[in-house]
């Protein structure tokens, strides 16, 4: 199983400032199969990113994402209030079991 | 546009067989070539995706659940369905139906349900 680890645990950070968030995995996986993911208390998780870089229907272009092998990053470059929020990772690459990151939360 | 409703026992005993099921509106189930995922929660945790069956009917589960999960598709009704069986506290979770965005990344899931809390207690 592959396991993804995502750092910071916590990022502080304020309106109009740039998020970057890093997930790193235990071991390399198919090419590019990385996804990012926000949550909100009480909501359904968000499909930001897929494929490592590309966004999801409907996702504003400050969000990006990038990276190979086993590192990957997503980030925002002017945070809104509304992006406050936790964001996971997930690969998708080889054979099941599809994992998780633990997460990162954005806070102001 | 397409959504997920999931519904089922809110509440299951230990040892019982925890059963949802995710109605699929506004498309159909089986056109476009997607699959079919179920991903839980439980409460102040991360996401663990359990499994999922393909346009095809092929399923794959986590190796975790894998001898106690089932997950199946009924095409007439366009709803998919999850099983669990000898369910303990650590089941408990938020359980979410999702689709996957396309036929090559089957793994990343744009549309969700709003998700159902199962609680498994005596």
């Known amino acids: 199983e592959i396991v993804l680890t995502q750092s910071p645990g916590t990022l502080s950070l304020s309106p109009g400032e740039r998020a970057t968030l890093s997930c790193r995995a235990s071991?390399?996986?198919?090419?590019?199969?990385l996804a990012w993911y926000q949550e909100k208390p009480g909501q359904a998780p968000r499909l930001l990113i897929y494929?490592?870089?590309s966004r999801a229907t409907g996702i504003p272009d400050r969000f990006s994402g990038s990276g190979s092998g086993t590192d990957f990053t997503l980030t925002i470059s002017r945070l809104e209030p509304e992006d406050f929020a936790m964001y996971y990772c997930?690969?998708?690459?080889?054979?099941?079991?599809?994992?998780f990151g633990p997460g990162t939360k954005v806070e102001i | 546009q397409l959504q997920l409703q999931e519904s089922g026992s809110r509440l299951v005993k230990p040892s019982q067989t925890l059963s949802l099921t995710c109605a699929v509106s506004?498309?159909?189930?089986?056109?476009?070539?997607?699959?079919w995922s179920w991903i839980r929660q439980p409460p102040g945790k991360g996401l663990e995706w359990t499994g999922y069956?393909?346009?095809?009917?092929?399923?794959y589960y986590n190796p975790s659940l894998k001898s106690r999960v089932t997950i199946s598709v009924d095409r007439s009704k366009n709803q998919f369905s999850l099983k669990l069986s000898s369910v303990t506290a650590a089941d408990t979770a938020v359980y979410y139906c999702?689709?996957?965005?396309?036929?090559?990344?089957?793994?990343?899931?744009?549309?969700w349900g709003q998700g159902t809390m199962v609680t498994v207690s005596s």
């Open positions: 506004g498309g159909s189930i089986s056109s476009g070539g997607y699959s």
């Open positions: 494929a490592t870089s």
């Open positions: 999702a689709r996957g965005i396309d036929a090559h990344n089957i793994g990343a899931f744009d549309i």
């Open positions: 997930q690969q998708y690459g080889d054979s099941p079991p599809w994992t």
């Open positions: 071991q390399i996986f198919r090419s590019s199969y």
């Open positions: 069956i393909s346009d095809s009917g092929s399923t």
